[in-house]
């Protein structure tokens, strides 16, 4: 079996297998639904809808302007237009700007950890939407949507990838292309948890890679990278480098949660 066939079975086992799980994880959730009330999945309280009662939902720190309009960190006060935050200044990304929906703050870590490691899917609708309504000025400039992907390994334990449940809520959310399989993980890298920022930097080093029969779906076309949170930006920034190397126009970000460094002020 020559290389091409080898990708080609390979894409095909990929797409069956999630196909599976969706059906199963489906059937799963519809007994669940009926034997158990929906819990809010911060306090516990039961919750009619998405997962997020109306005190939890209150808690969430929506971002809003003013901010940074490269990296969009939140202001404490409106600098004036297009002043950049201290760190755009000092290291700016490989991405032309980033975007995201909230703070990352208790109850967005508990949403994002509940998506991410408690096959909590159902979250993904009412989190995609969010992400839409914060990055509305990135995808209406945007041709295609690329989520951040998983090593094939990780990706075979967790059984599904959370940013591309995100991005698949925000392609029917505004209609524009996913490119789900464009970019790979093509070597195993540790988890960033507990990194410094230079260990995450050389840990995601060389990790991504536009793949050789996607490079159509990139070449000439405005980007936006979808993941659930920006931390140091480390795993953002070698995913945009990738894609510009496969000639992307331009790469955008879009996540669910940032971490916000409040004592940083506007210069």
Known sequence: ????ASRSLATHLRGALRLAHGAWQHTARLALDIAL?????ACREPVDGEGVCAGCWAKLSFIAPPY???LGIPFVYDPGPDLLSMEAIANPPAYARARAAVRYDDVARTLVHALKYQDRTDLAPAMGRWMARAGRELLDDADVLV???LHWRRGWSRRYNQSGALARVIERQT???LAAEALRRVRPTQQQIGLSRAQRASNVQGAFKVAP?????IHGRRVVLIDDV??????????????LR????SVDVLVFARVVDTFKAPI
Do not use: N, S
């Open 175 to 177: 209609g524009v292309k």
């Open 246 to 249: 496969a000639r992307a126009a």
């Open 37 to 41: 009330p929906t819990l809010c999945v």
């Open 68 to 70: 940074c309009p490269r």
């Open 147 to 149: 989520p951040v992907p």
């Open 1 to 4: 079996m020559d290389a091409q």
């Open 230 to 243: 920006l931390t140091t930006g480390a795993t953002t920034d070698a995913c945009a480098r990738a894609l």
């Open 213 to 217: 029969d996607r490079t159509a779906d």
